[in-house]
């Protein structure tokens, strides 16, 4: 028996799913599908999307033949790794707290214990990228230490700056453009997540593993420098 299911989603995607679950080997295998179906380049396939536990592929119905693609679906699906595979790592440089980090504070004040004890939580993890939606390369990281997943805001701000480190629950992220958010935002990073202008604009790729290490404000502002 399967374990996984397939999906249409009216006449024009459909989606194969996984065990509905946080998990980096259930990732993996939406991963692998999603890679899968993007070297089988199928005529009229215009979108790959991969989710924690999912991959919804979309397509043209005038110009793709389904069977073909749903075949190829499935096989992939079978053939998903059981396992997660070596991934990179990409280790960024988080300012904590201050001017950068203004809920930095209530995630203390959540998990009863001092601000510095937070950063080192947080900043002692190794996080793998599930996916990228909301904004352009925003990478959807976890999983963050119970302790401090502290959930979302319940009013969110109109704006956050680009490179804000927030929390959401066992979710941690990067802002890669300025835009409204309600997550916790502990921390900045200097380094710039997405460049349009770049030949790779998401710095940060689904599979791959990040961890944070803490920069003073001076460093900060020399990588920021570095980075304009």
Known sequence: MSDWRLLHVGDASVVVEFERRID??????????????????????????????????????????????????EAAADRAPLADTEAQEVTLPVCYGGRHGPDLGAVAAFAGCSETDVVTLHAGATYRVYMLGFLPGFAYMGTVDPRIAAPRRSRPRLRVPAGAVGIAGFQTGIYPLAAPGGWNLIGRCPVRTFDLEAQRPFLLQPGCSVRFQAITEAEFRQSETTEA
């Open 24 to 73: 980096p080997a259930v990732n993996a295998r939406a991963l692998a599908v999603g890679a899968a179906i993007r070297s089988a380049r199928h005529p009229g396939v215009h979108d790959v999307v991969e989710g924690y536990c999912s991959v919804t592929v979309a397509f043209d119905p005038l110009r793709t033949a389904v069977e073909p693609l749903i075949a190829d679906l």
